[in-house]
C-alpha cells in the first residue's frame, strides 16, 4: 500500500503542479481582455500593468487551487482506470475508498495551503489596485471627505495632511447611542498628538442634553476622549473585497449594518474568503468517481470532466454570489451553496463507486 499510495500522491502532485502553473494565466487573460481600455484610459504604461498583475498572482493562484486539484485528480485516477492499474488493485483486495485516499489527504492539505494564504492575497491586491488605478501609496494627504469611525462618530473633513498629523475645516457628528448625548463639532483645525490624542482649536461645540435642550461652547482648543483614529487610517479609500482580509470584511459589514447600510455584498464576500479555498477538497471528492469510467477518450475524456465541473461550478457561484448581494439568499448560503451541492453530490457518487 506504500508503494500504492506514493504512486498515486506523485501522480497527483506532478499535475497539481502543472496546472497551478497554466491556471493563473487564463485569469489574467480574461482580466486583461475585460479591462485592457481601462488601463488605456488611464495612460497606464505596459510595465506597471505587468507589475499589477504580478502582485496580483498571489490571488489568481488561490482561485486556481480548485480548478488544479480537480484537473489533477480527475487525470489520476483516469489514467489509473484505462491502465488497469485500479482494477489490479481491486483484485488484490484494495477497495476504490483507500486507493484515493492519498488524494482526499493531499486535497485536505491543499486547502489548508489556500486558507493560509487569505491574509496574503489581500495586501498583495490593495497593492495591485493601487497601481491600476494610479494611486501613490506614499500619499500623506486627503481632501473633502467623509469618514465614519467604529465609534459611531462622523467626520466631514476639508484637508488631512496626515505627515503632520493635522486637519482644517472639520465637522464632527455622532448621534445619541446608549444614553450619551448627541455631539455636533465644529472646528478650523485638528492636531494629532500620539499620546493626547486629537486636539481640536477654535471652533464651536454643541449636544443634545436629555430634554430635548441644546447646549453650545466655543472654544479655541478642546480633547475629545475615545476618538482612537489615527491621521494614517483617514487616507484609506474604499478598498474592493479582495483588498481586505476576512477580519477586515466583517469588521466593515458589522459598521454598514449598524448604520443601516446594506451589507449583504460585503458578507458574501467574507464567506466566499472561506469558500473559495475549501472547494479545493470538495471538487476533488466530486470528480474522483466520475473519472472511474474506462471508456475511451484518453485526456479529452478527463479534460471534458474537468471542464464541464469547473463551468458548472463557477455557474452556480456566480448565481448564488448574486442572489446573496441581492437579499434573496442568506449571505453564508449564498457563499456555501456550490459546495453543499458538490459535496453532497460527490459523496452519492463516491458510495456508489463500484469498490
Known amino acids: 500500500m506504500r508503494i500504492l499510495d506514493r504512486l498515486v500522491a506523485r501522480t497527483f502532485l506532478k499535475l497539481f503542479g502543472v496546472f497551478l502553473l497554466a491556471a493563473p494565466w487564463l485569469f489574467i487573460l480574461g482580466d486583461v481582455t475585460e479591462h485592457l481600455d481601462d488601463y488605456i484610459d488611464r495612460g497606464l504604461t505596459t510595465t506597471e500593468v505587468l507589475r499589477a498583475y504580478i502582485y496580483e498572482m498571489p490571488l489568481f493562484i488561490q482561485w486556481s487551487f480548485p480548478i488544479a486539484a480537480l484537473v489533477a485528480g480527475v487525470f489520476t485516477v483516469h ?33 489548508g495551503v489556500a486558507l493560509a494564504m487569505m491574509d496574503v492575497v489581500p495586501r498583495s491586491y490593495r497593492i495591485a489596485g493601487q497601481i491600476l488605478r494610479n494611486e501613490d501609496p506614499r500619499r500623506t494627504w486627503r481632501s473633502d471627505f467623509v469618514y465614519e469611525s467604529d465609534s459611531g462618530i462622523t467626520w466631514q473633513v476639508g484637508r488631512l495632511t496626515a505627515a503632520d498629523g493635522r486637519m482644517k475645516d472639520l465637522v464632527l457628528e455622532r448621534p445619541a447611542t446608549d444614553g450619551k448625548p448627541a455631539l455636533h463639532v465644529t472646528a478650523d483645525v485638528a492636531v494629532w498628538d500620539s499620546v493626547a490624542g486629537w486636539t481640536f482649536q477654535r471652533g464651536y461645540y454643541r449636544y443634545l442634553r436629555p430634554d430635548t435642550t441644546v447646549a453650545a461652547y466655543k472654544f479655541d482648543r478642546l480633547a ?60 476533488l471528492l466530486f470528480g474522483s468517481p466520475l473519472a472511474t469510467s474506462s471508456k475511451r477518450g484518453g485526456a479529452a475524456y478527463g479534460i471534458g470532466i474537468s471542464l464541464g465541473t469547473t463551468i458548472l461550478y463557477l455557474l452556480l457561484f456566480k448565481i448564488s454570489g448574486a442572489l446573496g448581494q441581492a437579499g434573496t439568499l442568506a449571505p453564508f448560503w449564498a457563499a456555501w451553496a456550490p459546495n453543499a451541492l458538490f459535496l453532497a453530490t460527490g459523496l452519492v457518487l463516491l458510495r456508489k463507486v463500484r469498490t
Open 79 to 111: 489514467s489509473m482506470t484505462t491502465h488497469r492499474e485500479i482494477v489490479a488493485a481491486k483484485a488484490g483486495g484494495i477497495s476504490f475508498h483507500r486507493i484515493i485516499r492519498p488524494l482526499l489527504v493531499l486535497g485536505l492539505l491543499l486547502t
Open 224 to 283: 475629545i476622549r475615545g476618538i482612537p483614529e489615527r491621521p494614517d487610517e483617514f487616507l484609506d479609500s474604499p478598498p474592493e473585497s479582495e483588498e481586505m482580509t476576512y477580519g477586515e470584511l466583517a469588521h466593515l459589514a458589522e459598521i454598514v449594518e449598524r448604520t443601516g447600510g446594506n451589507a449583504h455584498k460585503l458578507l458574501v464576500g467574507k464567506e466566499q474568503k472561506l469558500a473559495i479555498p475549501v472547494a479545493t477538497l470538495v471538487v
